[in-house]
């Protein structure tokens, strides 16, 4: 296990790196723009772009990107969003309200995901089921932004009963009513996709644990349909729902863009749409590399997570233990 | 039993083979080989069989819809915003015909009335808010625009004239006479040709003994005759018209929009054919070349492993984290000047987009190629390439199918995402996309709903269609599920 996390690590970094030039070599070709931030100093912007080597040759000016990172954490500064707030504080500013309205979405979408899905499994081939199932279809077929919009066209502008965009946090707190009213549809708007995910793979896995040959012993030996699903169909089935948990939790830092887009929320996704409407080189590569960081994470965690959950699946190791 | 045969005599024997008697049956049934039972085993399953009907539909609207429209995509009519859908079958149903039910003030009633886009009054009540007020409920033809000054070239307006005599249709109305009234809030309602009747300055129409609104015509002080146009300095006419038969001498055409137009006046049902034409198009060609591509590069990957696998997999391993919404932004930003946003959008969906098949394809290969039948093929002197292509992927092709045909839909979505973010800029070129005309209709969402509704109705079904015929083709495909009654 401790050599198959070290060689999977040794392969993240050297994914990042090969990703980060990428990335880095690509954005700093992109035309200079004026500073254009409330305040900004073009003089000075000039000067700052010097220190931080833009007018080297590209190969220089990556050594000097890295060494800034390896030494100070210093990815650059906002031009354009904040003048000369350095981005990780533009980035991480705004990562509280990505995540106060993702961890909402799945908070909902885990209960109601898991027990649309073990009920469709217990239920398999009935009427219920069927309906769990074109639900489900549609619930992953139609865009998430279709749905937005579906939901604020109902709720807002129809019925009247909730706000159409997330009310600014600043104002009224994050616990206030208002808060919470205004992120009740972007978060049923993200909810519906992983609520839909949840019950696909839950219906899955439990209608192949309750055919297999352990629940007939259960049976056998004398247990009710009850107690055997509980105590051996749903613990055996939640191996591979357990990963995706996990998955869903890291990716709740990277939000929605599209969803961030159309409910106003001040998070990371609308960060990123931002960076390129103003064309704020700097935000923008860091926040790619946020990106790129928290995809590799969770598909890190989500394969160790495996053999956590499950002793019987070894991961790494050589082909006979 | 073994006696018996001892008893039969020698000369009744014969040699079977001698005359080339065989006594074993041929098959009178067809054989069904791999893709006559996919296709099979597809037809039982309705659902996708029905998906697979709606999908032929859609993908014939796109063909079709642009070709059979009368508006181009970027055809602008800034008088008709926001017209609601209407078909000529439909005419006075009601339904689909370019009308609401709408319950408006006194004030605004009289403002329709007057311009005849009042088709049928169904209750007056009253309400008071805050102040005790009468109300109407009525059917609004939105396709009834009513007067608009318009300002004409001498030439231009003989022809006008012209038309109207030879037609025998009004275009020309009489030109409005304010000078009933100083309040200058009344003055500015006036410059708008609908308000041709007397106001009070809080807007309520003044009604004659008869309980008509008064026009404010402006007569010639000598003859008595109305005035129908204002000549200014530079032998230029400013008139007030009928708009809606106005559009028909300008154009030639009554104005018809069968989705309803947008906030510029545009066709929706033609831009939505636009835009079905790019996600389609689009959707497929990126498929096809990423199955290309998938195909041959996890074709050398699986066949010759070694070295040259362990690093085509580490390329493949690090594209593959690239985040796709990243790398499609930084085509975008430099590629769309040089090379237009659409090849842009194609580069970028194919530079990662072939993985996942080359993955599926390298797995199959690796599973056969240690088979005896290709060490047979290579003994009898098959050449490596014919190896590949003739004996071991025909295995992968099954897999190949059901791959490639959910990535269109998926293509579709990355798509219609950006164009909505604006990430993919297509105002500057003729065509247009569902995601732009997504992000255009959010405005109107509240009082023009259907605006967004035709673009989202279709994409959600060309979503769902796929999606559900490309699983019925990944449960056909799968040998596995073959006899396994779900």
């Known amino acids: 296990m401790g050599k198959y996390i070290i060689k999977r690590l040794y392969l993240m970094v050297l994914s990042l790196f090969v990703i980060m030039t990428f990335l880095f070599i690509l954005i700093r070709l992109l035309p200079f723009h004026v500073a254009g ?33 390896i030494t100070k954490f210093d990815w650059g500064v906002s031009m354009q969003i904040s003048w000369l707030t350095p981005v990780s504080k533009v980035l991480f500013d705004r990562l509280p309200s990505t995540m106060y309205v993702n961890l909402f979405a799945i908070l909902v979408s885990i209960p109601i995901g898991l027990g649309l899905g073990i009920f469709a499994a217990l239920r398999k081939n009935k009427i219920e089921d069927q309906i769990i199932s074109v639900g489900v279809m549609l619930a992953i077929s139609v865009p998430s932004f279709v749905t937005a919009f579906l939901l604020q066209y109902i709720f807002y502008s129809k019925l009247g009963w909730l706000p159409a965009i997330m009310t600014a946090t ?10 919470i009213k205004s992120i009740i549809l972007p978060v049923f708007s993200l909810a519906v996709g992983s609520i839909a995910g949840f019950t696909r793979y839950t219906r899955a ?92 994470v969770a598909a890190l965690m989500v394969d160790l997570s495996y053999g956590i959950v499950d002793p019987r699946i070894r991961i790494g190791g050589g082909k006979a233990e | ?148 000054y318009v300002t004409l070239e001498a030439s231009a307006y003989q022809k006008l004239v012209q038309y109207e005599n030879d037609n025998g249709i009004q275009l020309r109305y009489p030109m409005l006479d304010t000078s009933y009234t100083t309040n200058a809030r009344l003055l500015l309602m006036h410059k708008e040709a609908n308000y041709y009747y007397q106001l009070l300055p809080d807007m309520t129409p003044i009604f004659d003994n008869e309980g008509n609104i008064i026009p404010i015509y402006k007569v010639d002080d000598i003859t ?56 389609i198009a689009l959707g497929f060609s990126v498929a096809l070349i990423n199955i290309l591509i998938g195909v041959i590069y996890g074709a050398i990957e699986g066949y010759y492993g070694g070295t040259a696998d362990l690093i085509m997999e580490r ?27 659409i090849p842009a959008l194609l580069f970028a969906f ?22 005896e039948y290709v060490l047979a093929a290579r003994t009898l002197g098959a050449s490596d390439g014919r190896i590949i292509f003739r004996h071991i992927l025909p295995n992968a092709i099954g897999t190949i199918i059901t791959g490639s045909i959910l990535m269109v839909p998926s293509v579709i979505f990355s798509e219609s995402i950006l164009s909505y973010l604006g990430i993919v800029d297509l105002t500057a070129s003729d065509i247009t996309s569902i995601g732009a005309m997504l992000n255009a209709g959010q ?12 673009p989202a109705i279709f994409i959600s079904l060309l979503m769902i269609s796929f999606n559900v015929f490309g699983n019925g083709l990944r449960d056909a495909f799968n040998p596995s599920l073959r006899g396994v009654e779900e």
Not at chain 1, 45 to 56: F, P, S, T
Not at chain 1, 231 to 251: C, D, K, Q, T, Y
Not at chain 2, 355 to 366: E, G, L, P
Request: cysteine-free; aromatic content about 16%; glycine content about 8%.
């Open chain 2, 443 to 454: 405005t109107s969402l509240q009082y023009a709903p259907h605006v967004i509704f035709f």
């Open chain 1, 205 to 296: 896995e439990l209608t192949e644990v309750l055919t297999s040959d352990f629940m007939l012993l259960a049976r056998a030996k004398g247990l009710t349909r009850t107690q055997a699903t509980i105590n051996h169909a749903l613990r055996n089935s939640m191996v591979p729902i357990f990963p995706m948990i996990v998955g869903e939790f890291i990716s709740i830092l990277g939000g929605s863009l599209i969803i961030e887009n159309i409910f106003a929320v001040p998070g990371v996704g609308k960060l990123y749409l931002t960076s390129i409407q103003k064309l704020d080189y700097d935000v923008f590569m860091f926040v790619s590399m946020f990106y790129v960081v928290i995809g590799l």
């Open chain 2, 1 to 148: 039993m073994k006696n018996e045969y001892n008893s039969i005599p020698k000369e009744k024997f014969e040699f079977a083979s001698q005359e080339n008697i065989r006594f074993d049956q041929k098959f009178e049934t067809k054989p069904i080989g791999y893709f006559k039972d996919a296709i099979m085993r597809f037809t039982k399953n309705k659902g996708s069989v029905v998906a697979g009907v709606i999908l032929l539909l859609l993908i014939a609207f796109a063909v079709f819809a642009p070709v059979i429209s009368s508006y181009g995509v970027n055809e602008q009519y800034t008088q008709y915003q926001y017209l609601l859908p209407k078909n000529k079958m439909f005419e006075g149903t009601g339904f689909w015909d370019g009308t609401k039910v709408k319950d408006a003030s006194f004030k605004e009633y009289v403002y329709d009335n007057s311009h005849g886009a009042v088709v049928e009054v169904f209750e007056e009540y009253e309400q008071s808010n805050p102040t005790l007020m009468k109300y109407y409920k009525y059917r609004f033809d939105t396709y009834k625009r009513g007067f608009l």
């Open chain 2, 315 to 341: 390329i493949a391993d690090i594209l593959i984290e690239i985040p796709s919404i990243i790398l499609l932004t930084l085509f975008q930003i430099h590629f769309a000047g040089k090379i237009g946003p």
């Open chain 2, 350 to 371: 194919v530079l990662t987009g072939w993985i996942s098949t080359a993955a599926r394809v390298r797995m199959q290969f690796y599973r056969f190629k240690r088979q």
């Open chain 1, 170 to 179: 600043d104002e009224s707190g994050w616990f206030s009513w208002d808060t």
């Open chain 2, 224 to 279: 008595g005759e109305y005035i129908y146009e204002e000549v200014t300095s530079t032998s230029v006419y400013r008139l007030r018209v009928d708009y809606d038969q106005y559009y028909v001498f300008q154009y030639g055409k009554e104005p018809l929009y069968l989705f309803g137009s947008d906030s510029f006046g545009r066709d929706i049902f033609a831009r939505l054919g636009s835009g079905a034409r790019l996600s």
């Open chain 1, 37 to 69: 931030a409330p305040g900004a100093d073009n003089d000075y912007a000039l000067i700052l772009r010097e220190a931080y080597g833009y007018n080297e040759p590209i190969l220089v000016q990556y050594g000097i990107f890295l060494w800034n990172i």
